[in-house]
């Protein structure tokens, strides 16, 4: 049996982003960067004013000073002359500073009779003026390959003068629920029938890695039927999660059907609680990850397994969980010999809370955990242990 991390890096070694494609700057969102990217203009473009005020000559700008306007720079425009002895021009924030001035005095600090401005409070060579390239410098790096197109990237390579970004092509990642027992939302449940669930997790798992969800209608426990719905989602996906069917029973179909369509079982079992029975295999060079049908090993397998290995086909270079230090409010027991991934609730003071039931059926807590607590095999962690928290929900 792999240990997760011997699991992860057979699977990651195999796995390549998708192809890379050149897209407007306005549908990159999202999207991971395929190459590194150079700022095309100087940030702030040219010197401007910080404040609406007054462009003056600082030496002439003392407290008491009394200057002549002689006219005004709107943002956007720029004044054509330069400015001289006695003079100073009505600025607003953003406009371009004229020739000739070296600060600003703030509006709130002059009295102003007409075309007089009676300087209430000096100012100094340079006082509120954003200074030219001091943000950003013309053809410096501000986006590299790996790294995801969030609200910052965007606002940051846009302002760089940045139109067009190579980005990898998002994959599209199948979901299927194995399992005769599984019963669509709204649907008579019957005798032995439950809610199909694992889906609706696993789809919003996949979507906030970036890459696209496939959900697909529910599989019976038969080697046809399986075979039939793997053989759709490789067709039309580029990788394909499953959930159920990959234990030891006589009705668990997943394993048999990717070998009987020609696929690669890469490895089974993965030594971590829950999730055990995990799946690797690839069909056609696409990957199969198979997650075991119990709700929360379907969302453990995904976060530590899964989540990985579709980031590394969006291109993202962070595949890690975002890990932070948490207090335990309560203790922490694992009894077993696999390490023991429980859910947690961690609050905005660090303090980690217990989050309910820890069995691999158990969906209760589900509704309220936001992170993981990686519990090593025969351990207790005491109230007020020091622990990693990994973070899956914002
Ligand atoms: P399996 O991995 O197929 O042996 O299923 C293990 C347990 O998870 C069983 O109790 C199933 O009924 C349950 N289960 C399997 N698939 C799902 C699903 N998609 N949604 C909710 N529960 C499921
Ligand atoms: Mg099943």
Known sequence: MHSLETARKAMLAGLEPMAAES????????????????????????????????AV??????????????????????????????????????????????????????????????????????????????DVKESEMIGHAGEVMHAG??????????????????PIVGVLATGDELREPGEALGEGGIHESNR?????????TGAEARVYPLVNDTLDATKAALRQAF?????????????????????????????????????IKPGKPFVYGRLRGKPLFGVPGNPVSAMVTFLVLVRPGILKLTGATDLELPAHPGVL???LVNRGDRRHFMRVRVDAAGQVHAAGLQASHA????????????????????????????????
């Open 23 to 54: 897209v407007l700057l306005a549908q990159s969102a999202g999207r991971v960067l395929a190459v590194d990217v150079a700022a095309a203009v100087n940030l702030p473009r040219f010197d401007n004013s910080a404040m609406d005020g007054y």
């Open 57 to 134: 000559i600082a030496a002439e700008a003392g407290t008491g000073a009394q200057l002549q306007c002689v006219g005004e720079v709107p943002a956007g425009s720029a004044f054509e002359g330069t400015l001289q002895s006695g003079q100073c021009l009505r600025i607003f924030t953003g406009s371009p500073m004229p020739a000739g001035a070296n600060a600003v005095v703030m509006q709130e600090d002059t009295r102003v009779e007409v075309d007089r401005v009676e300087i209430a409070e000096g100012v100094k060579p340079f006082e509120h003026i954003r200074l030219r390239g001091e």
């Open 153 to 170: 990237r965007l606002q940051l390579l846009g302002a760089a003068g940045v139109a067009r970004v190579e980005v990898y092509r998002r």
């Open 200 to 208: 609706l997790a696993l789809a919003e798992l996949i979507r906030e």
């Open 235 to 271: 067709d039309e996906c580029d990788a394909v999660v499953t959930s159920g069917g990959v234990s030891v029973g006589d009705h668990d179909y997943v394993k048999p059907a990717l070998e009987a369509l020609g696929g690669e079982l890469d490895f089974w079992k993965v030594r």
């Open 329 to 331: 409010a309560v203790p």
């Open 363 to 394: 969906v209760g807590p589900l509704g309220q955990a936001n992170a993981l607590v990686d519990v090593p095999p025969e351990t207790t962690l005491a109230e007020g242990a020091k622990v990693t928290v990994l973070r899956f929900v914002g």
